[in-house]
T-cell receptor, first 115, second 109 residues
Framework: NAGVTQTPKFRVLKTGQSMTLLCAQDMNHEYMYWYRQDPGMGLRLIHYSVGEGTTAKGEVPDGYNVSRLKKQNFLLGLESAAPSQTSVYFC??????????????FGPGTRLTVL | TQLLEQSPQFLSIQEGENLTVYCNSSSVFSSLQWYRQEPGEGPVLLVTVVTGGEVKKLKRLTFQFGDARKDSSLHITAAQPGDTGLYLCVRNQGGKLIFGQGTELSVKP
């Protein structure tokens, strides 16, 4: 039982390049999330999904796209990377949504640097 | 989005000391969670508090939810180097988690 896994762990891009971050979970969770973490700002929600084939915007969605073609996978894409997207990206999943005891399970993160 | 303010932002102490970190908001929230994030890892849930005035204990960690449900505190007794990490308070806003900026704790042996 691996929980939530993310690939790659590290990546360096040049401005304008594109890439896709992959998140996979083996807990059969319905809900999945992508966050970015910047120094002094906690985690901010980029996009999330409440089920296979559905996605929705979070707090900071600009410059990112997502897809949830399979229940266990949630992909985050950067079409044209910018230096402002340098950050650590976390994927998370949860069994419940919108309830006080909703626990999110996080992956280990992807450290992305855009030059 | 209702902000969560955490204090202090950084805390460096010696093993064996006690400490308290705080999480405050200008608005009332129905529940609050505390997560801990160790270096190089994702956050892990420590506790959820729901009722105003609620106190929960997790070994040497004591969590309190304010009576007015606008603030919370985390107290660690006899801190150990294994307590080192980023402590995040989190509120659930319509299913989406809103994170405070965190308190970075370093416990030196």
């Amino acid at each position: 039982n691996a929980g939530v896994t993310q690939t790659p762990k590290f990546r360096v891009l040049k401005t304008g390049q594109s890439m896709t971050l992959l998140c996979a979970q083996d807990m059969n969770h319905e809900y999945m999330y992508w966050y970015r973490q910047d120094p002094g700002m906690g985690l901010r929600l980029i996009h999330y999904s409440v089920g296979e084939g559905t996605t929705a915007k979070g707090e900071v969605p600009d410059g990112y796209n997502v897809s949830r073609l399979k229940k266990q996978n949630f992909l985050l894409g950067l079409e044209s990377a910018a230096p402002s997207q340098t950050s650590v990206y976390f994927c998370a999943s949860s069994y419940r949504y919108g309830l006080p005891y909703n626990e999110q399970f996080f992956g280990p993160g992807t450290r992305l640097t855009v030059l | 989005t209702q902000l969560l303010e955490q204090s202090p932002q950084f805390l460096s102490i010696q093993e064996g000391e006690n400490l308290t970190v705080y999480c405050n908001s200008s608005s009332v929230f129905s529940s609050l969670q505390w997560y801990r994030q160790e270096p190089g890892e994702g956050p892990v849930l420590l506790v959820t508090v729901v009722t105003g005035g609620e106190v929960k204990k997790l070994k040497r960690l004591t969590f309190q939810f304010g009576d007015a449900r606008k603030d919370s505190s985390l107290h660690i007794t006899a801190a150990q180097p294994g307590d080192t990490g980023l402590y995040l308070c989190v509120r659930n806003q319509g299913g989406k988690l809103i994170f405070g900026q965190g308190t970075e704790l370093s416990v030196k042996p």
